[in-house]
């Protein structure tokens, strides 16, 4: 069996380079994390959330998982979200998607994947609740990008809807729902301008037609 010396090489690297910059950097981080915003994204190795915007250990909280889907039944999400809104307090919930998504692309051809096929339905609830656009689109790489951002819109839909989030609105909560799409080929994230900071702003996000969400290259 290989080992995998040199990841362990490298974080006792990484720890002695981050002590040395700053000698109290574990003994704060130890006692608590106190993240003002909640990634939602892909699992894709090539969306590294804390480094694409800057941010060190103890500053964003993350899930991921294939095609940065947020399922209302899926309990890992769902239960990560609770947390991050009713304990940690983010005041920032990211759904960042990206371009050249497999899981997307797995969905638009009708790829076999197996089990991951349940999981991928979600993508096709996306492609289906934009058919007639996506439909009308006939370059396939656009409408590969343009599902990878509608799939986008429709996550920030399932977060707006949660239970937590909805309280936390009633309550005045200092709490913004955001669309976001990350472009693997210049690592650019683009704001596709899918913000909620209360009811009536997610209200507005449900009801987006083509019309009023434009691709941003529209
Ligand atoms: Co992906």
Redesign the pocket.
């Known amino acids: 069996m290989r080992s995998l010396d040199n990841l362990l090489r490298n974080n006792r690297e990484w720890a002695a380079r981050q002590k040395r910059e700053k000698p109290d950097y574990f003994e704060k981080l130890q006692y608590q994390q106190n993240p003002e915003y909640f990634w939602i ?4 190795s ?2 590294p959330s804390n480094e694409i915007v800057g941010l060190q250990p103890g500053e964003l909280f993350v899930h991921r998982n ?3 889907l947020v399922v209302p039944s899926d309990l890992n999400c769902v239960s990560a979200i609770h947390y991050a809104v009713s304990d940690l307090h983010v005041k920032h919930i990211i759904v960042c ?2 371009y ?5 692309r797995a969905a638009l051809d009708g790829l076999d994947m197996g089990l991951a096929d349940n999981w991928l339905m979600h993508v096709r609830d996306a492609y289906e609740a934009h058919f007639e656009e996506l439909e009308g689109i006939t370059s396939y790489a656009e409408k590969f990008r343009r599902l ?1 951002e509608v799939n986008v819109l429709e996550q920030v839909r399932h977060v707006s809807r949660l239970p937590v989030v909805e309280k936390a609105w009633k309550a005045r909560k200092d709490l913004t729902v955001h669309g976001w799409i990350y472009s693997i080929q210049d690592g650019l994230i683009h704001d596709l301008h899918l913000k909620a900071s209360g009811q009536s702003e997610a209200t507005g996000i449900r009801s987006l037609n083509r019309s009023r969400f434009r691709s941003r290259r529209d």
């Open positions: 994204g892909c699992s894709d090539r969306v294939v095609a940065n998607g990206h050249g998504c497999g899981g997307v990878c």
